[in-house]
């Protein structure tokens, strides 16, 4: 029952920082999809600067990409394309691809 809450809580909190977000901000990390990989960069490392596990920031990912999914026009095809394959996989292909979202970001540091 304790993890289910403190998945709840960190949950709220991602909905929480990107209602928070301008739209101005949100469109600048959108812009194109090398902003957006630099953010998810930034924001990854920043996770493993504090200890946390990828489990966990998958956990953030999928939140995130479910808001963007509800909430947000993709900008770029590449962003329209994650979209689509948010909307057509079940909860455990979005597991997944949350997943990878955190290696690619992971990655773009060391490219």
Do not use: C
């Not at 469109?27 to 194109?32: A, H, M, S, V, Y």
């Not at 924001?43 to 998958?58: D, Q, R």
């Not at 948010?86 to 979202?101: C, D, F, P, T, V």
């Amino acid at each position: 029952m304790g993890f289910e809450k403190d998945t709840a809580i960190r949950e709220e909190k991602v909905e929480g920082k990107m209602d928070q977000m301008s739209k101005q901000e949100m469109d600048q990390i959108l812009e194109n999809f090398e902003h957006f990989k630099s953010y998810l960069n930034d924001k990854v490392s920043m996770g493993e600067k504090m200890g946390l596990s990828e489990e966990t920031m998958a956990k953030a990912a999928k939140t995130a990409a479910e808001y963007l999914a509800n909430n947000v026009e993709p900008k770029n095809r590449e962003e329209y394309l994650l979209k689509e394959l948010w909307k057509a996989g079940n909860e455990e292909h979005r597991g997944h691809l949350s997943h990878i979202l955190v290696r690619m970001a992971k990655s773009e540091g060391n490219e």
